[in-house]
């Protein structure tokens, strides 16, 4: 069954932490992917990944960076948190190739930044 | 840009009722559209999809078609129930020349709540 895990469901930092963000998969999937959900704006691409080290920015990339060390792991970080950084973060996943378009999601995480 | 434009809600409906929601897209190639539904605490799972003009996606009583010349795709159940109450997510990505990494552009999302 394919499965795409997220760290924390959970979490509460003060402004000015280093925050990360942990994401596995375990479908040995090439592309990795992460969003913010916000009501009313739907789901945003910060950055996505389609190979180990590999990175490209997406739709909002300012204010995170992130980091994929191992196929399998994908983690995002917010190098200072802000307040308008609090959010619900969504990891997903997807094959390369022809059946690329389908993205697998993790339950999210909800991060609060006081 | 791509973008996905969806019904705003919320909606709400009774048990039985017959449900659309609204998507409409701008895409400069031929993309692939989906619909996507986030149960409540839980993240986002594929519904349905298509990848070419007139093809109809299908699921759990769920349908959608993929209409080119009104570049939309309407998802519609003829009988809802309360266990469909969720968010829903029309998306698209474009996998034309093999650069786009599956990216997907969401709409803003259309709560549903069905009431018994």
């Known amino acids: 069954d394919v499965k795409v895990t997220q760290s924390s469901r959970y979490l509460v930092k003060r402004t000015g932490e280093k925050v990360f963000l942990e994401c596995v998969q375990d479908?040995?999937?090439?592309?990795m992917f992460w969003y913010r959900q916000d009501p009313g704006l739907g789901l945003r691409l910060i950055y996505f990944?389609?190979?180990?080290?590999?990175?490209e920015k997406g739709d909002i990339p300012e204010g995170y960076s992130v980091s994929r060390e191992k196929k399998e792991r994908f983690s995002l970080i917010l190098e200072s948190a802000s307040t308008n950084q609090t959010s619900m973060y969504l990891c997903?996943?997807?094959?390369?190739?022809?059946?690329?378009?389908?993205?697998?999601f993790g339950p999210g995480t909800r991060l609060l930044v006081l | 840009g791509d973008s996905v434009t969806q019904m705003e809600g919320p909606v709400t409906l009774s048990e039985e009722a017959f449900l659309t929601i609204n998507c409409t897209y701008t895409?400069?190639?031929?993309?692939?559209l989906f619909w996507y539904v986030q149960y409540p605490g839980e993240g986002l799972q594929l519904l349905l999809k298509?990848?070419?003009?007139?093809d109809k996606g299908s699921n759990k009583g769920f349908e959608a078609t993929y209409r080119k010349e009104t570049t939309s795709f309407h998802l519609e159940k003829g009988s809802v129930q309360v266990s469909d109450s969720a968010v829903y997510f029309c998306?698209?990505?474009?996998?034309?020349?093999?650069?786009?990494?599956?990216?997907?552009?969401f709409g803003q999302g259309t709560i549903l709540t069905v009431h018994p």
């Open positions: 298509a990848t070419k003009a007139d």
């Open positions: 990944s389609y190979d180990v080290k590999m990175k």
């Open positions: 479908m040995d999937h090439e592309n």
């Open positions: 895409a400069t190639g031929y993309p692939s």
């Open positions: 998306a698209l990505t474009l996998v034309a020349g093999g650069t786009s990494y599956g990216k997907l552009t």
């Open positions: 997903a996943s997807s094959l390369s190739g022809a059946f690329q378009e389908t993205q697998y």
